[in-house]
Antibody, heavy 117, light 112 residues
Framework: EVQLVESGGGLVQPGRSLRLSCSASGFTFGAYAMSWVRQAPGKGLEWVGFIRAKAYGGTTEYAASVKGRFTISRDDSKSIAYLQMNSLKSEDTAVYYC????????WGQGILVTVSS | DIVMTQSPLSLPVTLGQPASISCRSSQGLEYSDGDTYLNWFQQRPGQSPRRLIYKVSNRDSGVPDRFSGSGSGTDFTLKISRVEAEDVGIYYCMQGTYWPYSFGQGTKLEIK
């Protein structure tokens, strides 16, 4: 059974950092691009960024709204993708989903990040 | 950046009746490899998104055949041949041809 499980969310003050993890199982993690997509309360879906599979260079892309503040990485040996979020702003408050795209398309259950003082 | 525009944004449908959602992109979505990376996602209430259709018209595994996608260039359509109660939710088109990828605003399907 395919599973993606996000962890590391919660309440954080503006300007602080948080790291989200996405633990994967049930598929060949290294063959998949891993993305982060967020959804602010009551709003639509917004791309945060993604990291390509190593076979495609393992490179990253970021939305303009997070570029320079967020970093996506992956550890294929552990089947985990990470989203390091620095200099958090109130507008980063959202449910963050990880997504694996390859031969299939899989999503985690999402994790809430609340940026507030 | 490519803007994805969906219509309608609200779609009340009678059970058993067809439904159609339009998605228009601000520029053509055919990539240099010849493929068009236009996807459709369903988000049921309280759930994560789920991809239904990839590359315009290919159904994902487990997606009922009452869902179909079509289109080319800048105009795309998701059709549900006969709406069922489990189809309630928000539907998003998404282009994955050019970064930054982008979603449409979402179309909320409800039962009339």
């Amino acid at each position: 059974e395919v599973q993606l499980v996000e962890s590391g969310g919660g309440l954080v003050q503006p300007g602080r950092s948080l790291r989200l993890s996405c633990s994967a199982s049930g598929f060949t993690f290294g063959a998949y691009a891993m993305s982060w997509v967020r959804q602010a309360p009551g709003k639509g879906l917004e791309w945060v960024g993604f990291i390509r599979a190593k076979a495609y260079g393992g490179t990253t892309e970021y939305a303009a709204s997070v570029k320079g503040r967020f970093t996506i990485s992956r550890d294929d040996s552990k089947s985990i993708a990470y989203l390091q979020m620095n200099s958090l702003k109130s507008e980063d408050t959202a449910v963050y989903y990880c997504r694996a795209e390859g031969a299939g398309d899989y999503w985690g259950q999402g994790i809430l990040v609340t940026v507030s003082s | 950046d490519i803007v994805m525009t969906q219509s309608p944004l609200s779609l009340p449908v009678t059970l058993g009746q067809p439904a159609s959602i339009s998605c228009r992109s601000s520029q053509g979505l055919e990539y240099s490899d010849g493929d068009t990376y236009l996807n459709w996602f369903q988000q049921r209430p309280g759930q994560s998104p789920r991809r239904l259709i990839y590359k315009v018209s290919n159904r994902d595994s487990g997606v009922p055949d009452r869902f179909s996608g079509s289109g080319s260039g800048t105009d795309f359509t998701l059709k549900i041949s006969r709406v069922e109660a489990e189809d309630v939710g928000i539907y998003y088109c998404m282009q994955g041809t050019y970064w930054p990828y982008s979603f449409g605003q979402g179309t909320k399907l409800e039962i009339k």
